[in-house]
């Protein structure tokens, strides 16, 4: 069964701060791993994406890494500000998806990520 | 309007009523989905459409939950005899075409609180 497993499941830093989101996966055959930013209140907004030959992507301050042998991303946060303060939800999709639900995609539950001042 | 929109955003009813929510996509979006949001939960898949296709509805948790797309654009979900367990936020999103490779953007959320 695909799974997607996100650690830690909630995580509070001080303002200026750096921090590391952990996503590990089952999910195969691999086709890439999205992560995504979900301010309270609001629908999630994409990050990054990489696919089996990237291992790392930024995107301003966030940082997404990915090693695809041992089926591990993570999510890097540099000099954290107070609007960082969300959910973050990593998404892995199967690779030539041809049935079953979701559109091949397994979503984590989320890192809940708090910034204090 | 440049982006997902959803109504309401919130919706309070109460038990054994019907609900239906509505989903604006993207203009040009041939895909489509629901999702559920429990409060400390993640995602979880209900319903997807893509284009004119069967849409798939491998997700919804029970015959209560239905859902319709209307000329490829606008979606509503309808939960019949609602009950507390239903209580959550709906998200809907929508990709310019199916697969996972395809960026969602999704809409604000429906909130629903059933007494």
């Known amino acids: 069964k695909n799974q997607v497993e996100q650690s830690p499941q909630s995580l509070i830093i001080l303002e200026g701060k750096n921090c590391t989101l952990q996503?590990?996966?089952?999910?195969?055959?691999?086709?890439?791993l999205r992560w995504y930013k979900q301010d309270t209140g609001r629908g999630p907004v994409s990050l990054t994406i990489m696919t089996f030959s990237e291992n790392t992507k930024s995107n301003g301050r966030y940082t997404a890494t990915l090693d695809a042998d041992t089926k591990q991303s993570s999510l890097h946060i540099t000099a954290s500000q107070l609007s960082d303060s969300a959910s973050y939800i990593c998404?892995?999709?199967?690779?030539?998806?041809?049935?079953?639900?979701?559109?091949?995609?397994?979503f984590g539950k989320g890192t809940h990520l708090i910034i204090q001042p | 309007g440049a982006g997902v929109s959803q109504s309401p955003s919130n919706k309070v009813t109460e038990k054994g009523k019907d609900v239906e929510l509505r989903c604006d996509p993207i203009?040009?979006?041939?895909?489509l989905y629901w999702y559920r949001q429990s409060l400390g939960q993640g995602l979880e898949f209900l319903i997807y459409?893509?284009?004119?296709?069967?849409?798939?509805k491998s997700g919804l948790p029970s015959d209560r939950f239905s859902a319709e797309r209307t000329g490829g654009s606008v979606s509503t979900l309808t939960i019949q005899r609602t009950q507390q367990e239903d209580s959550a936020v709906y998200l809907c999103a929508s990709s310019s075409l199916a697969g996972g490779g395809n960026e969602q953007f999704f809409g604000p959320g429906t909130r629903l609180t059933v007494l």
């Open positions: 459409f893509q284009g004119n296709s069967a849409p798939d």
């Open positions: 998404v892995v999709s199967a690779w030539e998806y041809s049935g079953g639900g979701a559109d091949g995609l397994t």
């Open positions: 203009s040009g979006h041939t895909a």
């Open positions: 996503c590990n996966y089952t999910v195969s055959p691999f086709s890439n």
